[in-house]
C-alpha cells in the first residue's frame, strides 16, 4: 500500500513542499489561509496521513509509552490500559502493550524490546520480584522514566503507585472470622511477586487479633495465580482430608479456581465453606454465588501512574513518588448467605 505524502499534495496544486508543510502545521504567518484551506481539503480528499514518526524524530521524541503487564485476560489489565490510552492520546503519545505471561524471561525480552524502540518511559507491573532485578535496576540509575503499578520490586528507588494490600488482607480476613469461620485456608501467590507478602501478613495479623492459631497446613503455596493453580490447591487440601471452613485466596483467578473445585466435590459455598479474594473485578459478580473480594481502584491506579511518568518524562531528575491507594472491600454471597 502506497501512502500520500505531502510531495503528492504539493504535486496535485501545484505548489511547493514546503508550502504544503506549513499549511498542515497551520503556519499563518508563512501561508494564507486560504492557501491553508486549499491544502487540508486537498488533503482530505487524498487520504493524506500524517507521518508521526518523522515529525517526533524531529522533535527528538518518539512519543511513545510502554506498558508491560503479566496478563492481559483479566478486567484489571484491560481497565489499567485503556485508562492509559485515554490519558495520554490527547496529549499526542501513542500506547505499545507487551504481555509477558507471568514469564520474567518474556519479562526481559519486552524489556529488551522497549529500549530497542526507544520509547519515552515505561509503566511495569512486574512477574518476579528478583529475576529481572538488575536490568530494572540500571534503568533507575540511568533516570529512564519507568512507573511500576500493582506488583513493584521490593526497595527499588523508583517511582510506584499500588493498592493497601495489607491491610485489606486483614479486613478481608477479618469479615471471614466475623462472620465465624475459623479454619481458613490462606492460598497464598509466589513468594516471588512483592505484594505476596503483604497479604499474607495481613491474614496472619488477622488471626493473631482473634487468637486463632496458624495452622500451617492452612497455608498453601500455589506456586502461580492461574485459574488451574487455585483449583489444584483446593483439591490436595481435600484429598489430604485437611478440615477447613473458608479459603482466601491471593489472586481472582485463583479464587475461581479454588470454587470450581469446591462445587464439583458438592461442597456448598457459603454454607461448607466460605471463599473470598484480593484483586477482584467484575468478574467475580458474574458467577454464583458471587465471590466477596477486594477491588482496586483501577482507573486511579491508572491516572496517577501516567502522571507520575509523564513528570519523569519532562524531568529524567525528578524525585521518586511512591502513593498507597485505597481498595474497597465488597462483601458478596459466597461468605454470607444473605445477599
Given at each position: 500500500m502506497r501512502y500520500v505524502t505531502i510531495k503528492d499534495i504539493a504535486d496535485a496544486l501545484g505548489i511547493s513542499k514546503s508550502s504544503v508543510s506549513r499549511a498542515l502545521a497551520g503556519?499563518?504567518?508563512?501561508?494564507?489561509?486560504?492557501?491553508?484551506?486549499?491544502?487540508?481539503?486537498?488533503?482530505?480528499?487524498?487520504?493524506?496521513?500524517?507521518?508521526?514518526?518523522?515529525?517526533?524524530?524531529?522533535?527528538?521524541?518518539?512519543?511513545?509509552?510502554?506498558?508491560?503487564?503479566?496478563?492481559?485476560?483479566?478486567?484489571?489489565?484491560?481497565?489499567?490500559?485503556?485508562?492509559?490510552?485515554?490519558?495520554?492520546?490527547?496529549?499526542g503519545y501513542r500506547v505499545l502493550i507487551a504481555v509477558s505471561s507471568e514469564d520474567p524471561a518474556r519479562e526481559r525480552q519486552n524489556l529488551d524490546m522497549f529500549e530497542n524502540g526507544r520509547v519515552d518511559g515505561l509503566l511495569v507491573s512486574v512477574t518476579h520480584n528478583l529475576a529481572n532485578r538488575d536490568h530494572f535496576e540500571n534503568l533507575v540509575r540511568s533516570n529512564f522514566p519507568i512507573v511500576f503499578f500493582d506488583r513493584t520490586i521490593r526497595d527499588l528507588q523508583c517511582s510506584s503507585v499500588c493498592s493497601n494490600d495489607g491491610?485489606?488482607?486483614?479486613?478481608?480476613?477479618?469479615?471471614?472470622?466475623?462472620?465465624?469461620?475459623?479454619?481458613?485456608?490462606?492460598?497464598?501467590?509466589?513468594?516471588?511477586?512483592?505484594?505476596?507478602?503483604?497479604?499474607?501478613?495481613?491474614?496472619?495479623?488477622?488471626?493473631?487479633?482473634?487468637?486463632?492459631?496458624?495452622?500451617?497446613?492452612?497455608?498453601?503455596?500455589?506456586?502461580?495465580?492461574?485459574?488451574?493453580?487455585?483449583?489444584?490447591?483446593?483439591?490436595?487440601?481435600?484429598?489430604?482430608?485437611?478440615?477447613?471452613?473458608?479459603?482466601?485466596?491471593?489472586?481472582?483467578?485463583?479464587?475461581?479456581?479454588?470454587?470450581?473445585?469446591?462445587?464439583?466435590?458438592?461442597?456448598?459455598?457459603?454454607?461448607?465453606?466460605?471463599?473470598?479474594?484480593?484483586?477482584?473485578t467484575e468478574l467475580s459478580s458474574f458467577v454464583y454465588p458471587q465471590i466477596t473480594a477486594v477491588e482496586q481502584n483501577v482507573v486511579e491506579m491508572a491516572r496517577i501512574a501516567v502522571r507520575l511518568l509523564l513528570e519523569k518524562i519532562d524531568i529524567p531528575s525528578a524525585p521518586q513518588q511512591n502513593i498507597t491507594l485505597h481498595s474497597s472491600l465488597i462483601v458478596r454471597g459466597s461468605t454470607t448467605s444473605e445477599e
Amino acid at each position: 500500500m502506497r501512502y500520500v505524502t505531502i510531495k503528492d499534495i504539493a504535486d496535485a496544486l501545484g505548489i511547493s513542499k514546503s508550502s504544503v508543510s506549513r499549511a498542515l502545521a497551520g503556519d499563518i504567518r508563512n501561508v494564507s489561509p486560504s492557501t491553508i484551506e486549499r491544502v487540508r481539503a486537498k488533503a482530505l480528499e487524498m487520504g493524506y496521513r500524517r507521518n508521526m514518526t518523522a515529525v517526533n524524530l524531529r522533535a527528538k521524541a518518539n512519543k511513545i509509552i510502554g506498558i508491560i503487564v503479566p496478563e492481559i485476560t483479566t478486567p484489571f489489565s484491560m481497565a489499567f490500559v485503556t485508562t492509559v490510552q485515554e490519558a495520554v492520546q490527547p496529549l499526542g503519545y501513542r500506547v505499545l502493550i507487551a504481555v509477558s505471561s507471568e514469564d520474567p524471561a518474556r519479562e526481559r525480552q519486552n524489556l529488551d524490546m522497549f529500549e530497542n524502540g526507544r520509547v519515552d518511559g515505561l509503566l511495569v507491573s512486574v512477574t518476579h520480584n528478583l529475576a529481572n532485578r538488575d536490568h530494572f535496576e540500571n534503568l533507575v540509575r540511568s533516570n529512564f522514566p519507568i512507573v511500576f503499578f500493582d506488583r513493584t520490586i521490593r526497595d527499588l528507588q523508583c517511582s510506584s503507585v499500588c493498592s493497601n494490600d495489607g491491610l485489606m488482607s486483614f479486613f478481608l480476613v477479618e469479615h471471614l472470622i466475623r462472620s465465624g469461620r475459623r479454619r481458613i485456608v490462606n492460598l497464598a501467590g509466589p513468594s516471588y511477586i512483592e505484594n505476596s507478602r503483604a497479604r499474607s501478613q495481613g491474614y496472619r495479623e488477622a488471626l493473631e487479633k482473634f487468637h486463632i492459631p496458624v495452622d500451617r497446613r492452612l497455608v498453601v503455596s500455589t506456586g502461580g495465580v492461574s485459574v488451574e493453580d487455585g483449583a489444584s490447591a483446593v483439591e490436595r487440601l481435600l484429598d489430604g482430608g485437611i478440615d477447613f471452613d473458608a479459603i482466601y485466596c491471593f489472586t481472582e483467578t485463583q479464587a475461581l479456581g479454588a470454587k470450581r473445585t469446591l462445587q464439583e466435590r458438592n461442597i456448598v459455598i457459603p454454607q461448607d465453606v466460605a471463599i473470598c479474594t484480593m484483586s477482584g473485578t467484575e468478574l467475580s459478580s458474574f458467577v454464583y454465588p458471587q465471590i466477596t473480594a477486594v477491588e482496586q481502584n483501577v482507573v486511579e491506579m491508572a491516572r496517577i501512574a501516567v502522571r507520575l511518568l509523564l513528570e519523569k518524562i519532562d524531568i529524567p531528575s525528578a524525585p521518586q513518588q511512591n502513593i498507597t491507594l485505597h481498595s474497597s472491600l465488597i462483601v458478596r454471597g459466597s461468605t454470607t448467605s444473605e445477599e
